[in-house]
Nanobody
Framework: QVQLVETGGGLVQPGASLTLSCAASGRSVNRYSVAWFRQAPGKEREFVAAFFRGVSSTHYVDSVKGRFTISRDNAKNTVTLRMNSLKQEDTGVYYC???????????????????WGQGTQVTVSS
């Protein structure tokens, strides 16, 4: 099993940047597909970005392409989400999720992930 802990959320103004970190323990994060999801009040959980296990290619929802960057540090066993040019619509609770067996076509499906962190709040407001 892997345990996930997210840090780095906060309250920022539109146009600002934040970096979220997902620290994994128990197993090497490189063995897992790891994704960031977010959930705004009253809305369903939404895919944001991900790595498929064992490969370096990244996947993003269209609304964050060019603004967000997901990266993985195998030595520190962490996955980071760098968020630039934040918008009010980026507000929500951000969750890190991992799974070792999902297939590529399920990468954006929250139901395919077995392991979740507790979430960290990101609020973008002027």
């Amino acid at each position: 099993q892997v345990q996930l802990v997210e840090t780095g959320g906060g309250l920022v103004q539109p146009g600002a940047s934040l970096t979220l970190s997902c620290a994994a323990s128990g197993r090497s994060v490189n063995r897992y597909s790891v994704a960031w999801f977010r959930q705004a009040p009253g809305k369903e959980r939404e895919f944001v970005a991900a790595f498929f296990r064992g490969v370096s290619s990244t996947h993003y929802v269209d609304s964050v392409k060019g603004r967000f960057t997901i990266s993985r540090d195998n030595a520190k066993n962490t996955v980071t989400l760098r968020m630039n040019s934040l918008k009010q619509e980026d507000t929500g609770v951000y969750y890190c999720a991992a799974d070792s067996t999902l297939i590529l076509t399920s990468l954006r499906n929250s139901r395919a992930y077995d392991y979740w962190g507790q979430g960290t709040q990101v609020t973008v407001s002027s």
